[in-house]
């Protein structure tokens, strides 16, 4: 089970972090992702990262402004977002691939119910 | 940066129609394309996987299929259930999505 957290609103240029707490599988074992869906829109993939947390990839629209991390003793991922912009608003789902390429490319086989994040002054 | 189509992006369909949505990647992918469904307020959720293999759990009356560039996801009886919102996914390199077909009841 992933269940996400801390998703609010935020003005413009602001800071949020966003936490996913996995239960039911042996996390550290897994790389995780980050998925967005904007109002009405499709799902977008955000961020990637490698089981022991040394690999990172992200989509060009974040990168150098989001930051994605784990702690694999408290089974948990994280979204560190930083000078976020309207753009950003989104329901931010974290995700397990079961990973196939070398970038954490890999299809989610296991979805949390998401977190709404909203920007705007 | 691999770009994919999925068309069309609204479909109206009555229950036990057989309905097929279309996938299209700007470059071959080796198959590996997966298939979700999604439906408002709940987790997404993986029906196939490397264009045809069908997910634990999923109903049979699902399929996928396709190569190359091009792809379909059928569903060879749509059940009431089955009303929502359905993305592809190229997984070779990050994991790029379609923008959605939503199946809507006619």
């Known amino acids: 089970q992933l269940v996400e957290s801390g998703g609010k609103l935020v003005q413009p240029g602001g800071s949020l972090r966003l936490s996913c707490a996995a239960s039911?599988?042996?996390?550290?074992?897994?790389?995780m992702t980050w998925v967005r869906q904007a109002p009405g829109k499709g799902l977008e993939w955000v961020a990637n990262?490698?089981?022991?947390?040394?690999?990172?990839f992200y989509v060009d629209s974040v990168r150098g402004r989001f930051t994605i991390s784990r702690d694999n003793a408290k089974r948990s991922l994280y979204l560190q977002m930083n000078n976020l912009r309207v753009e950003d608003t989104a329901l931010y789902f974290c995700?397990?691939?079961?990973?196939?390429?070398?970038?954490?490319?890999?299809?989610?086989?296991?979805w949390g119910r998401g977190t709404l994040v909203t920007v705007s002054s | 940066d691999i770009q994919m189509t999925q068309s069309p992006s609204t479909l109206s369909a009555s229950v036990a129609d057989r309905v097929t949505i279309t996938c299209r990647a700007s470059?071959?992918?080796?198959?590996?394309l997966a298939w979700y469904q999604h439906k408002p307020g709940k987790a997404p959720k993986l029906l196939i996987y490397?264009?045809?293999n069908l997910e634990s759990g999923v109903p049979s009356r699902f399929s996928g299929s396709g190569s190359g560039t091009e792809f379909t996801l059928t569903i060879s009886s749509l059940q009431p259930d089955d009303f929502a919102t359905y993305y592809c996914?190229?997984?070779?390199?990050?994991?790029?999505f379609g923008q959605g077909t939503k199946v809507e009841i006619k």
């Open positions: 995700a397990r691939p079961i990973v196939i390429g070398v970038d954490g490319g890999g299809y989610l086989d296991l």
């Open positions: 039911g599988f042996p996390f550290s074992g897994y790389w």
């Open positions: 990262i490698q089981a022991d947390g040394r690999q990172n």
């Open positions: 470059q071959t992918i080796n198959n590996l």
């Open positions: 490397k264009a045809s």
């Open positions: 996914q190229q997984y070779i390199t990050s994991g790029t």
